[in-house]
T-cell receptor, first 115, second 113 residues
Framework: GDSVTQMEGPVTLSEEAFLTINCTYT??????LFWYVQYPGEGLQLLLK?????DKGSNKGFEATYRKETTSFHLEKGSVQVSDSAVYFC??????????????FGKGTKLSVIP | DTGVSQDPRHKITKRGQNVTFRCDPI?????LYWYRQTLGQGPEFLTY????????KSRLLSDRFSAERPKGSFSTLEIQRTEQGDSAMYLC???????????FGNGTRLTVT
């Protein structure tokens, strides 16, 4: 079945440091890939997505490129801020026969950014 | 856009009791999803509705679980004869259609004692 593996946290960085959170996936078809973010006390929010190979998703300074050859979708940001402290989830959607847009999530990576 | 609303935010119940959660999706969103998230894990798919029709159920959804969306608007998730293993965050999400991103609510945290 489909699965998502992301680097385990927690990750602690100083403000303005470079961020990479690794994500690899296993899927039978051609999935769409997502990063969701969960800020403390809030619900999951879509951060960015990519729907086909070599697509780059970007939002709020975060980027991730859909790499089919390495089945990866690593999240990067050049300079993190304290406000980026959150839990980040990598996810894929490999549409079932009913087109459910069902998401398979990784376990999440908690990021803490210190001033 | 008021977002996806879930009620209650927290529920503590004793083992063997029944509980019911409610989800109000974003207005005019046809798709409604239920997920479960346990500590240290990502959300796991439970079931989804297209309008009032329940179109898919995960193997995780045992016979003690039932979900409804009677008028294609709000949805309820009921757990009968709760067990300690049911303790988790129950997330609801909605989307315009099957190709649009999901919008998640803040979840209902269930604790079974």
């Amino acid at each position: 079945g489909d699965s998502v593996t992301q680097m385990e946290g927690p990750v602690t960085l100083s403000e303005e440091a470079f961020l990479t959170i690794n994500c690899t996936y296993t899927a039978t078809g051609y999935p769409s890939l997502f990063w969701y973010v969960q800020y403390p006390g809030e619900g999951l929010q879509l951060l960015l997505k990519a729907t086909k190979a070599d697509d780059k998703g970007s939002n709020k300074g975060f980027e991730a490129t859909y790499r089919k050859e390495t089945t990866s979708f690593h999240l990067e940001k050049g300079s993190v801020q304290v406000s980026d402290s959150a839990v980040y989830f990598c996810a894929l959607s490999d549409q079932s026969g009913a087109g459910s847009y069902q998401l398979t999530f990784g376990k999440g990576t908690k990021l803490s950014v210190i001033p | 856009d008021t977002g996806v609303s879930q009620d209650p935010r927290h529920k503590i119940t004793k083992r063997g009791q029944n509980v019911t959660f409610r989800c109000d999706p974003i207005s005019e969103h046809n798709r409604l999803y239920w997920y479960r998230q346990t500590l240290g894990q990502g959300p796991e798919f439970l079931t989804y509705f297209q309008n009032e029709a329940q179109l898919e159920k995960s193997r995780l959804l045992s016979d003690r679980f039932s979900a409804e969306r009677p008028k294609g608007s709000f949805s309820t998730l009921e757990i009968q004869r709760t067990e300690q293993g049911d303790s988790a965050m129950y997330l609801c999400a909605s989307s315009v259609d099957g190709l649009s991103p999901l919008h998640f609510g803040n979840g209902t945290r269930l604790t079974v004692t």
